[in-house]
């Protein structure tokens, strides 16, 4: 599924992809606290959210049950930056990852293993 999350949608569905099924009330008081929406703003993200098909909603009490999973969005995200700023070239992003001064020893050895299963 290829659906065009943008940052503000990606924060509704974080809270989904944390939680589980979440009533809308629910989302707009942790949005709230955590960037200071009203409920207005957050109830207009989850409609946009579900008129994309990213967001099922279900009654009762207008609870939301996310149709993206994370990795789904994380692929897309991942693909979009590769063609925006590397041509489409993946050993370029990796190579522009890698070349950071720093990576901890503990994501470099993930690196390692990353690489090595797919020889």
Known sequence: MQIKLF?????IMDV??????????KIAEILKEQVGWNKTTTYTLIKRCIDKGAIERMEPNFLCHPLVTIEQAREL????????????????LVASIIGRKNL??????????LVNTLE
């Open 7 to 11: 940052d503000s949608e990606l924060k």
């Open 16 to 25: 989904l992809w944390k939680n589980g099924d979440t009533t809308a009330k």
């Open 77 to 92: 995200e991942t693909t979009e930056l590769i063609n925006k700023m590397y041509d489409g070239a993946a050993d370029l």
């Open 104 to 113: 901890s020893l503990e994501e470099i050895e993930r690196l390692k293993k």
